[in-house]
Each structure stands twice: as structure tokens, then as C-alpha cells.
Nanobody
Framework: VQLQAYGGGLAHTGGSLTLSCAASGTVFSIDVMGWYRQAPEKQRELVASITRSKSVNYADSVKGRFTISRDNAKNTVFLQMNSLKPEDTAVYYC??????????WGQGTQVTVSS
């Protein structure tokens, strides 16, 4: 499985950005897709995830502000980020997990929110 992430960039506090991530390869094996982020000197953390059956999970810090969605036909996952805060600044990584529990990672995309 290969993951190609798009989007990210610079936003002001309160602004919005959209991330997308397209999977290729053995996509039939993918169960969960999601986004993680890693800020400088912090551990990578889960932002949001969505299963093939569209069950979603969010970090408490983004609930009500971020929305994850998935197009199974296009093997693509999206992350709509609204009401952005400076603490959302991080490198965001697309993740896919197959039914055997193996993780795949995209290349990471920078999101910077200015105050």
C-alpha cells in the first residue's frame, strides 16, 4: 500500500484547511484510514480515523472542529479542519491499517496555524 497526501499549508487562527490522502496498491486490504500528527518535540498522536464501514474516531482536541470522511471507491480519505488553532500546527501523516493490523504511512504534510 502506498499513500499520497495532499493539502496542508498555512492558515490563520480560525481558518480552515483540507487534507486528502489517496491509497494505491493492495487497497482491498485496507480497513482503517486516518490522520496522525506530530508537533516539534512531541510524540505522534492520532487525530482522526475512519473504518471502511465509516465508523469514525476523533482525538478530544479536534472534536467538533475536524471532520474525517472517506471515499471507498476512490480509496481516498479526507480531513476537513475548521476553526484551526495554533496548537494544531504539526506535520500531519496519513495512515492506513490493513485487516492484519499492519500500518502504512504517507510522507507527511506540514500544517501551520498562525496566531
Amino acid at each position: 500500500v502506498q499513500l499520497q497526501a495532499y493539502g496542508g499549508g498555512l492558515a490563520h487562527t480560525g481558518g480552515s484547511l483540507t487534507l486528502s490522502c489517496a491509497a494505491s496498491g493492495t487497497v482491498f486490504s485496507i480497513d482503517v484510514m486516518g490522520w496522525y500528527r506530530q508537533a516539534p518535540e512531541k510524540q505522534r498522536e492520532l487525530v482522526a480515523s475512519i473504518t471502511r464501514s465509516k465508523s469514525v474516531n476523533y482525538a478530544d482536541s479536534v472534536k467538533g472542529r475536524f471532520t474525517i470522511s472517506r471515499d471507498n471507491a476512490k480509496n481516498t480519505v479526507f480531513l476537513q479542519m475548521n476553526s484551526l488553532k495554533p496548537e494544531d500546527t504539526a506535520v500531519y501523516y496519513c495512515n492506513a491499517r490493513n485487516y492484519a493490523g499492519k500500518d502504512y504511512w504517507g510522507q507527511g504534510t506540514q500544517v501551520t496555524v498562525s496566531s
